[in-house]
C-alpha cells in the first residue's frame, strides 16, 4: 500500500474545463513533487515543494497552477488544457531534498484531453 | 545533455537469470545520489536501491544490487533470479545540487520482460 494518494486515477476532461489533481502523502515527508510522464518522454519534473513553499518550477505553462496548502496536501490545478497535455502525472514526496533521499511516488493520475 | 543515459530500451531475460540494467550519469558535483525505481503496468514508481556519490561499497536490497563504478560514471542495476513479476519499466534517476536543494533527474527507462 503506497503512502502517497493520488485522485483522481483517471480524468477525461475538455480543453475548456477546469479541474485539479490532488495527492496526499501520509509519510511525514517535507518535499512534495509533481511529475508528467508522456508516452516515449523522459520524467519531466514540473514543480517541487518544500515545507508549503514552491522550490522549483520547471517553465511549465500557467494553465498548470500548483497549490500546497500544508505538507500532507498538494493540488494540481487545470483549465484550458491542449491536448498534449495529456499524460500521466505523478505525485512523490521525500524526507527532504537531500541527495541521499527517494522518493515515494502515487499510482498518478491518467489524464485525457479531449 | 542527457544527465542520465539509459541506453536498453527494453531488455527480455529468461526466469531466474540475472540480468544487467545500464545506467551512465552526467555531473560535475561530488555530492549527488543515485536511485533506481521501478514502475510496473498499473504505472506507480517504486524505489528499489539507492547509491551515494560517497559509498565505497555497491548498495545490495535483496535480489537488487547497484554496480557503481565511479570513475566511469556508472550505476548499473543487477537483478538477481528474475521472476516473472520483474517485468516492468526500470527507471535510473539521479539527485544532484541545484540551487540549494538536490533536484531529481530520470533516465528514459528500460522496459524489462521476464520469460517463464
Known amino acids: 500500500e503506497t503512502g502517497v494518494t493520488q485522485t483522481p486515477r483517471h480524468l477525461v476532461m475538455g480543453m475548456t474545463n477546469k479541474k485539479s489533481l490532488k495527492c496526499e502523502q501520509h509519510?511525514?515527508?517535507?518535499?512534495m513533487y509533481w511529475y508528467k510522464q508522456s508516452a516515449k518522454k523522459p520524467l519531466e519534473l514540473m514543480f517541487v515543494?518544500?515545507?508549503?513553499?514552491?522550490?522549483e518550477n520547471n517553465s511549465v505553462p500557467s494553465r498548470f497552477s500548483p497549490e500546497c496548502p500544508n505538507s500532507s496536501h498538494l493540488f494540481l490545478h487545470l483549465h484550458t488544457l491542449q491536448p498534449e497535455d495529456s499524460a500521466l502525472y505523478l505525485c512523490?514526496?521525500?524526507?527532504?531534498?537531500?541527495?541521499?533521499?527517494?522518493?515515494?511516488f502515487g499510482d498518478g493520475t491518467r489524464l485525457s484531453i479531449l | 545533455a542527457q544527465k542520465i543515459t539509459q541506453t536498453q530500451p527494453g531488455m527480455f531475460v529468461q526466469e531466474k537469470e540475472a540480468v544487467t540494467l545500464d545506467c551512465t550519469y552526467d555531473t560535475s558535483d561530488q555530492s549527488y545520489g543515485l536511485f533506481w525505481y521501478k514502475q510496473p503496468s498499473s504505472g506507480e514508481m517504486i524505489f528499489l536501491i539507492y547509491q551515494g556519490s560517497y559509498d565505497e561499497q555497491n548498495a545490495t536490497e535483496g535480489r537488487y544490487s547497484l554496480n557503481f563504478q565511479k570513475a566511469r560514471k556508472s550505476a548499473n542495476l543487477v537483478i538477481s533470479a528474475s521472476q516473472l513479476g520483474d517485468s516492468a519499466m526500470y527507471f535510473c534517476a539521479m539527485r544532484e545540487a541545484s540551487g540549494g536543494s538536490y533536484i531529481p533527474t530520470f533516465g528514459r527507462g528500460t522496459s524489462l520482460i521476464v520469460h517463464p
Open positions: 509519510l511525514g515527508h517535507n518535499a
Open positions: 512523490a514526496s521525500s524526507e527532504d531534498r537531500g541527495p541521499n533521499q527517494p522518493q515515494h
Open positions: 515543494y518544500s515545507l508549503e513553499e514552491r522550490v
